[in-house]
């Protein structure tokens, strides 16, 4: 344990909620060892400003904002490539008209899994952490933690319209990031 | 909309929010009564919904590095050491153990 009661404190509450906040951090930053970085950085932050923790709030909320907030300043600090790539949206039902080119629309076939199961396993990780910072992390706050609108709005601290949005183009985007992905190695359909 | 019935348009357009549970309950209600009619959009939605929850199948939560609680706890302990050791009005009690000062 630690030594003072306010880290004893702060390590109880952290502990339950960390591998929750290592998923999260690692699909942000696309490698594990900026994913350890990154919650290392905001558990520091966090620390620092515990004394703004009400103790009835849901802790992890209010951890996974610190997460949040750090990873986009580091981003912006970086700022290594424009995020401006691959922001024309992608057309409305692209995998299931994709799904229906592959011929994965017969009786008794699940599309869906069908057209999943053509996927490699770190292409869905890989296709995520290509969206631009801002549809990423609603994206991954709403796949992997399977937060509502709502629930997101606080970590990201924006209106719920906003995550209405970025949620419904991110999907867009995600689907067409998953098809060139999977068309560049490769693994479905030709032009 | 025509007598509560949504078009195909209108109910595609209301898709994310469906699958997300985000619809007021009348709405959805709404959802569902055109899904129940129309085989193409019915069939539309079970696509994007199984392709949702599959993504959420693939990224399965990898395992936190089994130090990195103990990481943290050394980086917090030395924050600690250093707020105090610079003078905070009210230093944690016992971050310094004894006979294990800042040699
Ligand atoms: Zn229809």
């Known amino acids: 344990m630690p030594d003072s009661p306010r880290a004893a404190q702060f390590e109880t509450l952290l502990a339950p909620i960390l591998g929750s906040a290592y998923g999260v951090a690692l699909r942000l930053t696309g490698n594990r060892d900026d994913a350890q970085d990154l919650v290392q950085d905001a558990a520091l932050r966090a620390f620092a400003a515990f004394e703004t923790f009400e103790p009835q709030t849901h802790f992890k909320a209010w951890f996974l904002r610190v997460l949040v907030n750090c990873h986009l300043n580091r981003a912006r600090s970086a700022s290594r490539r424009p995020q401006t790539v691959a922001l024309d949206d992608g057309e409305d039902a692209l995998l299931f008209e994709a799904a229906r080119r592959e011929g994965l629309m017969a009786r008794g076939v699940d599309p869906a899994d069908a057209l999943l199961a053509r996927f490699d396993a770190d292409l869905v990780a890989v296709a995520l952490s290509d969206l631009p910072n801002d549809f990423r992390v609603v994206a991954t706050l709403f796949l992997l933690e399977e937060m509502s609108y709502e629930e997101i709005a606080l970590i990201v601290e924006c209106p719920v319209g906003t995550v209405r949005s970025r949620l419904h183009r991110g999907r867009k985007l995600l689907q067409k990031a998953l098809w060139e992905l999977a068309r560049e190695r490769g693994l479905v359909g030709k032009p | ?103």
């Open chain 2, 1 to 103: 909309m025509l007598l509560g019935i949504l078009s195909c348009k209108e109910t595609i357009e209301r898709l994310d929010d469906y699958l997300d549970r985000e619809l007021s309950p009348q709405e959805a209600k709404l959802v569902v009564r055109h899904l129940k009619i129309c085989h193409q959009c019915a069939k539309r939605f079970a696509f994007e919904r199984e392709l949702v929850e599959g993504l959420r199948r693939r990224l399965h939560r990898i395992e936190a590095p089994a130090d990195l609680l103990e990481k943290i706890r050394t980086s917090l302990e030395a924050a600690e050491m250093d707020a105090a050791s610079h003078g905070n009005s009210n230093p944690p009690r016992g971050v310094l153990k004894d006979n294990q000062g800042s040699l």
